[in-house]
């Protein structure tokens, strides 16, 4: 069937991508994949393609559908997640806390990594969810936006509360109520994603920056800042440096944010748009500083002194990747259980030092203390309450929206 595709990825930014596959830790191959999905929200398997098909558009909601509940006679759950997403013991192999979850629960979790990018799962799915039928897992992670969208569809089992004790009340306060799944009814947070403002010391050579239109305005930093070609992200930012709020923003909030963009790269302010590959540029000093993403400056800061980050005072924009259990899934109530077990605070201290991004789940820090000091005390991973005071979700788009803004973006990036 014919696809409609107006935001593919250039050989350009494919390239980028490909580049940053080959270095640095295996969580950045899943961030870099991550965010060129998330930029390509109309790629193949997209709004176009969906009423090509012949499937209904998002916006259209029609209520999930639920199958027969096999849990108790079958004690399994099928777990679809994105690579390098969850805890391995020492030896690189097994998993912790899923093997924690089956011998306490006597449940098997059937865990697949096989979650490489959100529109080519999409892709994958969308045949046996569109028709009625099992997808053959009883879990999935998907980027916020792809989530709204499949829930808008009715392609998401509602969740029972009473199966979801600890995650209804451990779920920390700034993913309770995304205006996509309001009071969480059909998801729950894995891990959030932070985009805030990170700076190389060396490079930026006493040059102060604390804001946004420091990035854009100040000529001393000329040719040397990077934002992201992800446009929630950098639109985001802008939007809340001009005092606008992300969630509520109208057409004209997004093209003067637009505008203000487009005067810096008139004036060669920005260096250039960029994927995941901006960690080379940054702890190169070829970026004095850019927008970021938390779950990469841990790593950063890790390995280089001289990489640190800051919230500006306006705010930052957090996105999530969630849990969902498909229509027609076989086990929903096996599914639930491995969800609310994550938002236990010894499992979900455990996942978050390994992967390093922001935790969901409120009373963590003493069992995260236990493992790992230095991440604990780590706002990119335990937000504390000022930081999380300052997060900001963009907020969801129609169809309409999403092909205009993303088609705006692209004409100022040059994709």
């Given at each position: 069937m014919e696809q409609y595709e107006p935001d593919r990825?250039?050989?350009?930014?494919?390239?980028?991508?490909?580049?940053?596959?080959?270095?640095?830790?295996?969580?950045?191959?899943?961030?870099?994949?991550l965010r060129a999905s998330a930029g390509g929200a109309l790629a193949l398997g997209g709004i176009g393609a969906l009423g090509a098909c012949g499937i209904p558009p998002a916006g259209r909601s029609q209520g999930g559908e639920s199958a027969e509940d096999h849990s108790a006679k079958e004690r399994t759950v099928a777990f679809s997640n994105w690579t390098e997403y969850m805890d391995v013991d020492d030896g690189g192999k097994r998993h912790p806390t899923l093997e924690e979850f089956t011998r306490r629960t006597g449940i098997e979790v059937e865990y697949t990594e096989d979650i490489n990018d959100n529109n080519e799962?999409?892709?994958?799915?969308?045949?046996?969810?569109?028709?009625?039928q099992d997808t053959g897992r009883d879990i999935i992670v998907l980027t916020d936006w792809l989530a709204a969208r499949l829930i808008r569809l009715g392609w998401v089992q509602k969740l029972d509360p009473a199966n979801l004790p600890h995650a209804y009340t451990n779920l920390s306060a700034q993913f309770r109520n995304p205006d996509w799944d309001p009071g969480r009814a059909y998801s729950y947070p894995w891990t959030g994603i932070s985009t805030v403002i990170a700076y190389n010391k060396k490079a930026l050579d006493g040059v102060e920056v604390r804001t946004v239109s420091d990035l854009l305005d100040n000529p001393?930093?000329?040719?040397?800042?990077?934002?992201?070609?992800?446009?929630?992200?950098?639109?985001?930012?802008?939007?809340?440096?001009?005092?606008?709020?992300?969630?509520?923003?109208?057409?004209?909030?997004?093209?003067?944010?637009?505008?203000?963009?487009?005067?810096?790269?008139?004036?060669?302010?920005?260096r250039r748009f960029t994927g995941n590959d901006y960690t080379s540029d940054l702890t190169s000093g070829d970026f004095a500083a850019c927008i970021a993403w938390a779950g990469d400056v841990v790593q950063l800061k890790a390995d280089s002194p001289d990489i640190d980050f800051l919230i500006p005072d306006s705010g930052y924009i957090t996105s999530t990747d969630v849990l969902l259990v498909p229509s027609k899934a076989r086990h929903k109530t096996n599914a639930e259980r491995?969800?609310?077990?994550?938002?236990?605070?010894?499992?979900?201290?455990?996942?978050a030092a390994y992967i390093n991004y922001v935790c969901p789940v409120d009373g963590v820090k003493a069992e995260l203390e236990k493992i790992d000091a230095d991440a604990a005390n780590n706002p990119l991973i335990l937000p504390d309450r000022d930081m999380a005071a300052k997060s900001h979700a963009f907020r969801s788009l129609s169809s309409e929206e999403e092909t205009a803004y993303e088609a705006k973006f692209a004409k100022l990036t040059g994709a």
């Amino acid at each position: 069937m014919e696809q409609y595709e107006p935001d593919r990825l250039s050989p350009a930014q494919l390239a980028a991508v490909r580049r940053s596959l080959t270095g640095g830790r295996a969580a950045l191959t899943r961030r870099s994949l991550l965010r060129a999905s998330a930029g390509g929200a109309l790629a193949l398997g997209g709004i176009g393609a969906l009423g090509a098909c012949g499937i209904p558009p998002a916006g259209r909601s029609q209520g999930g559908e639920s199958a027969e509940d096999h849990s108790a006679k079958e004690r399994t759950v099928a777990f679809s997640n994105w690579t390098e997403y969850m805890d391995v013991d020492d030896g690189g192999k097994r998993h912790p806390t899923l093997e924690e979850f089956t011998r306490r629960t006597g449940i098997e979790v059937e865990y697949t990594e096989d979650i490489n990018d959100n529109n080519e799962f999409f892709g994958k799915v969308k045949p046996q969810l569109a028709a009625g039928q099992d997808t053959g897992r009883d879990i999935i992670v998907l980027t916020d936006w792809l989530a709204a969208r499949l829930i808008r569809l009715g392609w998401v089992q509602k969740l029972d509360p009473a199966n979801l004790p600890h995650a209804y009340t451990n779920l920390s306060a700034q993913f309770r109520n995304p205006d996509w799944d309001p009071g969480r009814a059909y998801s729950y947070p894995w891990t959030g994603i932070s985009t805030v403002i990170a700076y190389n010391k060396k490079a930026l050579d006493g040059v102060e920056v604390r804001t946004v239109s420091d990035l854009l305005d100040n000529p001393k930093l000329k040719g040397r800042v990077g934002v992201l070609s992800e446009m929630r992200d950098t639109v985001g930012m802008v939007l809340l440096d001009q005092g606008k709020d992300p969630e509520r923003f109208t057409d004209d909030d997004y093209d003067a944010a637009v505008a203000r963009l487009q005067k810096a790269v008139d004036r060669g302010q920005i260096r250039r748009f960029t994927g995941n590959d901006y960690t080379s540029d940054l702890t190169s000093g070829d970026f004095a500083a850019c927008i970021a993403w938390a779950g990469d400056v841990v790593q950063l800061k890790a390995d280089s002194p001289d990489i640190d980050f800051l919230i500006p005072d306006s705010g930052y924009i957090t996105s999530t990747d969630v849990l969902l259990v498909p229509s027609k899934a076989r086990h929903k109530t096996n599914a639930e259980r491995l969800i609310d077990y994550y938002y236990e605070p010894k499992p979900a201290a455990e996942l978050a030092a390994y992967i390093n991004y922001v935790c969901p789940v409120d009373g963590v820090k003493a069992e995260l203390e236990k493992i790992d000091a230095d991440a604990a005390n780590n706002p990119l991973i335990l937000p504390d309450r000022d930081m999380a005071a300052k997060s900001h979700a963009f907020r969801s788009l129609s169809s309409e929206e999403e092909t205009a803004y993303e088609a705006k973006f692209a004409k100022l990036t040059g994709a």
